[in-house]
């Protein structure tokens, strides 16, 4: 089975544009989650869809938001983007049906905001 | 609110030695376990889960329930084992997100 891809790998934006990243989840996987990678703060939740519905959200302000889509590929929107926003997206899939959920994660997309 | 804690941010170990990496959690109930691992230039991957209680690539680790602890351990470092190391927590109540620690480098010595 082909593995999480997220595209694009790289971005670079400027303060107060807007960045939509994608993500496509293995074959069967109902559930997406992302998370923010950064030296200082490590792994942190954003969000997770899974059926289209946002099941679980982290700590993020309304700036930070997601969907999810019949074929489970999900997006996620940065608005006004921040200096501080500058970090690896890493979205992962499950199948996230009952017993133990195990993620599944992309190689990541690589933001930087000048 | 669940809390994972990696005290190390850098480990470094001479091949051949043993290795810990340390987790600690906080977290009222029974939680679920787990340790990942990210190479250099590669994505995070799942090294192992408590409720698995198996060893793979010659690492092991015990949840310790009195301690909150889910050490990391190896008894023979080796090069390729040079990674960063991530402790996560997922509460056993549904489908909950994994809380991550900060991680911790650990860096094999030839």
């Known amino acids: 089975k082909a593995g999480v891809t997220q595209t694009p790998r790289y971005l670079i934006k400027t303060r107060g544009q807007q960045v939509t990243l994608s993500c496509s989840p293995i074959?069967?996987?109902?559930?997406v989650s992302w998370y923010q990678q950064t030296p200082g703060q490590g792994l942190q939740f954003l969000f997770e869809y899974f059926s289209e519905t946002q099941r679980n959200k982290g700590n993020f302000p309304g700036r930070f938001s997601g969907r999810q889509f019949s074929n489970s590929r999900s997006e996620m929107n940065v608005s006004t983007l921040e200096l501080g926003d500058s970090a690896l997206y890493l979205c992962?899939?499950?199948?996230?049906?009952?017993?133990?959920?195990?993620?599944?994660f992309g190689a990541g997309t690589r933001l930087s905001v000048l | 609110a669940q809390r994972v804690t990696q005290p190390e941010k850098l480990l470094s170990v001479f091949k051949g030695a043993p290795v810990e990496l340390k987790c600690n959690y906080s977290y009222s109930g029974s939680p679920e376990l787990f340790w990942y691992v990210q190479y250099s230039r590669q994505r995070l991957q799942l090294l192992l889960r408590?409720?698995s209680r198996e060893s793979i690539k010659g690492f092991t680790a015990d949840l310790n329930k009195g301690e909150t602890s889910f050490h990391l351990k190896k008894p023979f470092a080796q090069e390729e084992d040079s990674a960063m190391y991530y402790c996560a927590l997922r509460p056993y109540s549904g489908n909950t997100p994994l809380v991550f620690g900060k991680g911790t480098r650990l860096s094999v010595i030839a």
């Open positions: 992962a899939s499950s199948l996230a049906v009952g017993g133990t959920n195990i993620q599944y």
């Open positions: 074959s069967g996987h109902r559930s």
């Open positions: 408590h409720i």
